[in-house]
């Protein structure tokens, strides 16, 4: 299990991204349905071409390289070590209790829906039990395939997930899970199959998280004996439970015997061909037009671009550059064959909470309104390759979290986004930090506030100084290897923070509003980088002089049981709490990223849920 420095099971991972720190953390959905009835702002295109599906043919997709010379077999993934290739098992080789549409947000992409579950789960009064009874009719793909998926075989499934992935990180709430993860228990003893066809899960405590839990293709079903011998490379030999299977299936011996997959790949090629054992007419969630894919790696972003443009792949593997996806928006001919997604992370600027002048709301608040937020999701879109494009964020939650209640939602208006001088320094002068209310900030405090820089663009630096000099607030830039979220440091803010979700909704995510973490060794960290949540007895111990700082960890909490639609309403509300009255940071861009498909592509669809084309909602033009 990955060392957890947010103490939350959640897998953190760092990237460095415009002097920015990415962590990426487990997180959660909602289980029922709900519209917001809104439409998206952001360029989320999605099936621009004829909606009629026509099926038949190949979809041949290309892959980002794993490195030099990485082999196709690298696309036999595990199921239940899957980080890295979600939309391949979602959308083709597995199916999960709940599972997504593989659109957008708008069009309900992001809302949990019964796969192999034939309905919603029953959760009890007290939400500490959740029963899920699957379809009939389920029937795993060859060699398997007079083999009925049931419900110990998803149990089979968590369990090798916690024992040989990373489960132990996502399925953290069910009873059972850290003692199975230790070896301390034979069972996780929070998952009970009374029958064929049902499914029990227990929880300690109320979390919602379980429902995403249960749309991870670690939760995918196994069958009995399909895994023997093979903790590690039960890619090589996967069952089928989804649309696809690997080509050359039905040769695979049971009981995990027989040649592995990757020695029947062709030229650098790994090909799925239909289950028989599928049914459409019991899997409402995939559209499965295509008769076949082939993936292939790429070496490299330009040999993935020469293969889409000389039509040797249908769907560009890596995300479009943001001049890319201005010259092919320019383009008549080609710019309907683009869409934009919104990743669900958010950049923002962290204000310490218990360091003067941020201490004071009216300073924070002043600083929200004078930010130039559209300059910097400018500077980022034009030298930050890493993601396609930025968008400014108005608010801190990504709006995929929210089921976009709160797109027009923005606390701190200003023309065009580029911050509003007169309402920062009205807001300035109701601080105590402002003597004189002139809208400026002039206590000693507000001289020198120390800035961590790292290695981000000086662009970026230059326009925060001068966003906070205008309301009297000097930065003192540091560009040495101070950590940003020790809470030791006294660090003011540092450009620029960021989160990163790696599943698609709010529980993980809501981290980034918890309380600092200790850790046995003594040393803290916030990972807001803004103390949010500080206990006063830490506070003294850190040697602040301030004895509280906000908190939002009863709504934190309150989100986490919220169970259907009422999560969806419940993280809009944290944000609005987060963003009005706690200010911890200053939200500042919502990164995007941009896919090109090729000439022969009549319809397709993004997947909210893991951000890439989805390939079962491709159609193409025979």
Known sequence: MANDRNGRGQRPLVLTLAGAVVAACGATASPTPTTSGSTPSGPLATQPRSPTQREGGTLRVGLPALGDNAPIAEAYVDPHRWLGMEEVLRCCLVRTLLSYNGRTTAEGGIILQPDLAESLPDVSPDRLTWTFRLRAGLRFG???????ITSRDIVRGIERSVAVGEGALFFEPITGVAAYADERASTIV????????TLIVRLDEPNADVATAMSLPGSSPIPADAANGHDDDYGAFLVASGPYMYEGS????????????EARQRAGIAVLVRNPSWDRSIDGLRGAWVDRIELSRANSLEDDRERLSRGDIDVAGYPLRSDELAAT?????????????TYPAVFFLPLNLALPPFDDLAVRRAIGFSLDRSAIAEILSATEPRFTTYRVA???????????????YNPFPSPGDRGDLAAARAAMAESNYDSDADGRCDAPACANVPLIVGSTDPQVVSTVENSLDAIGISLQPRSDDADPYDVRAHNGTFVLAGWLSDTPALGGFSSVFSPPLEEPDGFAFSLSASLIGSRPEQLQAWGYDVDSVP????????????VGSERFLCAAELDQL???????FIPVAFPEVGFAFGDRVAAF????????????????DN
């Open 551 to 562: 908190s939002v960890d009863t709504k934190v909490a309150e989100c986490l049981a919220a």
């Open 329 to 341: 928006r320019a383009d008549p001919a080609r710019r309907e064959l683009v869409a934009v997604a």
């Open 190 to 197: 929070g998952l009970e199959a009374p029958d064929e066809r």
């Open 578 to 584: 987060v963003v009005e009255r706690a200010v911890p």
């Open 250 to 261: 039905e040769a695979l011996g049971k009981g995990g015997q027989g040649e592995p997959h």
């Open 394 to 408: 108005r608010h801190a939650v990504p709006d995929s979290f929210e089921n976009n209640l709160l797109l027009d």
């Open 605 to 620: 669809s993004v997947d909210q849920s893991v951000i890439a084309p989805a390939l079962d909602q491709i159609a193409l």
């Open 142 to 148: 060859p060699p398997y395939e007079d083999t009925a």
